[in-house]
């Protein structure tokens, strides 16, 4: 008989893989009649390899590049079947007064915190119970009304009326005059002006169209059908692995030694840099000697409700993976789980030690979700990154107000692809994404895989 881990990565080797990408053209001329994101992916590839390989790119590479890369911009700009949260960028860029509600906006939850903390301070309700009735105490009641219902406007002209009842003696806060002159209440101020700009309305628009907006109705409905998801997911690579786990005890001669663990945890104090890396793994299958010893990680895995949702977690767990082979070979460390804590041997953690950007064997991704009809071999992340470049921008703009800019104004993005660290992401994405999906298995396909091991181990 095998040893489970022998059979188990022999069933990971011959598994379906039905989220793998399709070959990228095997060529400048077969990507140039491609669709733009296709055209794309060849060339960032080709600058890929050109730069491992310390050699210049091919001839015709950059000019096929900034093509399509015009290509994307104008399609990207198009008022029907545009992207929307490009169309926002280019917006905010070349407008002004859009730039500033941006700049505002991200301000604004602090700056709405220090107004009412400093409201309060002075005209709290409680604060006020001490105090004689009259239009002193009104007013002052007046002003924390108003900031608590994000009146900045009526609210600042309330404080001035405060500060000229201060100059005619009357014994007002002081502190209503420093709230005046607070720099947080003018920049709320100037938000609600910009609010009614009309450009700022239409970059509103746009927004909106990528989505529900955070904290919304609609975000929490999404959030919600999102988590029922990605538990199904999980659900069915449980139930999948807990199959697998009874398959690998019969054609091993192990009964009882092999389990599923829920939601395995890095111990604290882990050695390693903890940084971004992922510290929880969705399910796991463990094989231990029963007799109190410590188990070794058979299988190790990571559950997406898409195969696309990978490719953006492929860093967070590769660090991870680094992390934990950062074990000790002659130590155990005590993981909890869902299940309860289990002691896994450093030596077997020290196995998860990726190679460059390829995953061990044992460690996969799960989808049971249906596989895309068309896969894009240009990552929704990388396209986002491209379009946002300055010389992007700057080119869009200019699509924008009517104007032919040449392919060739996009250069910088061609050379930054390769130089610049922002588009590091974007530079590898091909490699990445191939790797993601190479170690990406429905969980029915595993457990077939692990059962025609088994029969073959055990002929009728």
């Known amino acids: 008989m095998r040893p489970p881990d022998a059979l188990l990565l022999a069933a990971l080797r011959a598994a379906a893989r039905r989220y793998r990408l399709p070959p990228l053209p095997d060529g400048i001329e077969a990507a140039s009649a491609a669709k733009p994101e296709t055209a794309l992916a060849f060339a960032i590839e080709g600058a890929r390899c050109a730069r491992h390989h310390r050699s ?48 505002l906006a991200r301000q604004a939850p602090g700056d709405r915190r220090a107004v009412r903390a400093a409201t309060d301070a002075f005209a709290h309700p409680g604060k006020l119970r001490a105090m004689a009735g009259g239009p002193l105490r009104d007013a002052l009641s007046r002003v924390h009304e108003l900031a608590a219902a994000s009146e900045w406007a009526p609210l600042a002209g309330e404080l001035r009326q405060l500060a000229a009842r201060s100059d005619a003696g009357e014994q007002v806060p002081a502190a209503s005059g420093a709230l005046l002159d607070d720099p947080a209440l003018a920049r709320l101020h100037s938000l609600d002006s910009l609010l009614q700009r009309e450009a700022v309305q239409r970059y509103l628009t746009l927004c909106g169209q990528r989505g529900p907006a955070a904290g919304s109705d609609a975000a929490a409905a999404q959030g919600r059908a999102s988590a029922r998801t990605g538990e199904a997911g999980e659900q069915a690579t449980v139930q999948a692995f807990r199959a697998i786990a009874q398959l690998l005890e019969r054609g091993c001669g192990e009964a009882g030694g092999i389990h599923v663990l829920r939601g395995l945890r ?6 390693g840099e903890a940084g971004k890396a992922k510290e929880e793994w969705d399910a796991a299958i463990v094989r231990s000697d029963g007799a109190g010893g410590a188990a070794d990680i058979l299988l190790l895995a990571e559950v997406k409700a898409s195969p696309a949702a990978a490719t953006p977690d492929f860093s967070r767990l590769h660090r991870g993976l680094q992390r934990l082979a950062h074990a000790s070979a002659d130590r155990c460390y005590a993981f909890p789980s869902a299940d309860g804590e289990v002691h896994v041997a450093g030596e077997s953690l020290r196995r998860l030690q990726p190679d460059g950007r390829a995953l061990p064997a044992h460690v996969i991704y799960c989808c049971s979700a249906p596989a895309e009809v068309q896969p894009q071999l240009l990552s929704a992340a990388s396209k986002a990154v491209l379009l946002a470049e300055p010389a992007s921008l700057a080119f869009a703009g200019l699509l924008e107000h009517g104007a032919s800019p040449p392919d060739a104004m996009l250069a910088p993005v061609w050379e930054a692809l390769t130089t610049s660290p922002r588009l590091r992401s974007a530079l590898h994405q091909d490699e990445t994404s191939r790797a ?6 429905h969980p029915d396909d595993l457990l077939a895989a692990v059962a025609a091991q088994v029969e073959d181990g055990h002929p009728a």
Not at 436 to 441: D, T
């Open 266 to 271: 890095t111990p604290r104090g882990f050695p």
């Open 56 to 103: 210049p790119p091919p001839a015709g590479l950059q000019d096929l590049f900034t093509r399509s890369l015009a290509a994307l911009i104008r399609a990207s700009l198009a008022a029907d079947g545009g992207d929307p949260a490009f169309q926002a960028l280019v917006l905010r860029a070349r407008d002004a007064e859009v730039h500033e509600y941006v700049r």
């Open 436 to 441: 993601v999906r190479e170690a990406m298995l």
